[in-house]
């Protein structure tokens, strides 16, 4: 008997051994815990007094993500696209203003837009942008920013906290630069493709008779555009279309105050738009003093209708 209550004694006190050293551990894991959630707390705290203080001076705002990854793909590797995109970075909304104008006028024209077209009719203007005052304090506040948001352990460092603190009171009060965008008259407007098509062959049925009383027009053209005024009122609108629908689509195109019936051709239409490049060319060889100028206006208005050339040129 004895015995046996020596047995019970001995393994009562290595039970109680046991849970004593469970408790320790029990109580070393929850102040372990206590610990994390006090730095967590204070971490957290002082990154919310970091970028409380910071505030807008160099951090970056709150840009539409979304419609920033959008505008990145749709300018493609155009020249100029990054610094298009960081302009956008500093003015919340304005990114989406110009995702959403540009979905508008895709789906208006059933057409997809490129680089060149988004730069010529959406400009972003940005006030205060690129200079010294605003490019080295916001590239110290990014610093600061991404400190913060990172969770840096260092800021539980009282000295780096306070560090820290100096660099944002160090910025100036404010280095954002003003970002707006400036689209283009009409760009957002709905293609009304019937009333264009008449409104079309309106003008070119004016301009057409404007160039059969114009002496400065050869007699030869002037009766080609006579047999296709006489096929255009029978039915056949193509063939004057092919003569004078470069001249006329860029008259209208450009016309003051046109753009809201004219934001641009209806896809039927389009065809008879005188390409940017062969305009492009055209302006070049002007700024250049081309001596092949006087020739390739000539072969410019036959190809585009008599008076294109010039006016491409703005005479």
């Known amino acids: 008997m004895?015995?046996?209550?020596?047995?019970?004694?001995?393994?009562?006190a290595v039970e109680e051994r046991r849970e004593r050293e469970e408790d320790r551990e029990f109580k070393r894991r929850a102040q372990e815990r206590l610990d994390k959630e006090f730095d967590e707390?204070?971490?957290?705290?002082?990154?919310?007094?970091?970028?409380?203080?910071?505030?807008?001076?160099?951090?970056?705002?709150?840009?539409?993500?979304?419609?920033?990854?959008?505008?990145?793909?749709?300018?493609?590797?155009?020249?100029?696209?990054?610094?298009?995109?960081?302009?956008?970075?500093?003015?919340?909304?304005?990114?989406?203003?110009?995702?959403?104008?540009?979905?508008?006028?895709e789906n208006n024209l059933g057409i997809q837009l490129t680089g060149?077209?988004?730069?010529?009719?959406?400009?972003?203007?940005?006030?205060?942008?690129?200079?010294?005052?605003?490019?080295?304090?916001?590239?110290?506040?990014r610093d600061i920013y991404n400190i913060a948001t990172g969770m840096s352990d260092?800021?539980?460092?009282?000295?780096?906290?306070?560090?820290?603190?100096?660099?944002?009171?160090?910025?100036?009060?404010?280095?954002?630069p003003t970002v707006y965008v400036d689209i283009a008259?009409?760009?957002?407007?709905?293609?009304?493709?019937?009333?264009?098509?008449?409104?079309f062959d309106d003008k070119i049925l004016e301009y057409a008779e404007y160039l059969k009383t114009n002496e400065s027009v050869e007699d030869e053209y002037k009766i080609k555009i006579q047999a296709a005024v006489k096929a255009h009122t029978e039915?056949?609108?193509?063939?004057?279309?092919?003569?004078l629908g470069g001249y006329v689509s860029e008259f209208l195109l450009s016309a003051p105050g046109s753009a809201s019936l004219f934001p641009a051709l209806a896809p039927n239409l389009s065809p008879y738009q005188i390409p940017s490049e062969a305009?492009?060319?055209?302006?070049?060889?002007?700024?250049?003093?081309?001596?092949?100028?006087?020739?390739?206006?000539?072969?410019f208005d036959k190809t585009y209708g008599f008076g294109s050339a010039d006016l491409i040129l703005g005479r």
């Open 2 to 12: 004895g015995m046996w209550t020596g047995i019970a004694t001995g393994l009562q």
């Open 41 to 105: 707390t204070r971490l957290l705290r002082r990154s919310k007094s970091v970028l409380d203080y910071l505030d807008g001076r160099g951090a970056p705002l709150a840009a539409d993500s979304a419609s920033l990854s959008y505008l990145k793909t749709k300018l493609g590797n155009v020249e100029g696209a990054n610094d298009y995109l960081a302009k956008l970075m500093n003015a919340p909304g304005v990114a989406k203003t110009v995702a959403d104008a540009i979905r508008t006028r």
């Open 116 to 141: 060149e077209d988004i730069f010529e009719n959406i400009q972003i203007v940005a006030e205060g942008y690129g200079d010294e005052s605003f490019l080295k304090p916001y590239k110290e506040g």
């Open 154 to 176: 260092d800021l539980l460092d009282d000295e780096y906290f306070g560090k820290l603190m100096g660099r944002v009171s160090d910025l100036p009060s404010s280095v954002a």
């Open 185 to 199: 008259p009409g760009f957002t407007a709905e293609v009304d493709a019937e009333l264009q098509a008449d409104l």
């Open 235 to 243: 039915g056949d609108k193509t063939t004057l279309r092919n003569m």
């Open 279 to 299: 305009k492009e060319a055209l302006v070049a060889m002007r700024e250049t003093n081309s001596p092949d100028l006087t020739q390739a206006k000539i072969e």
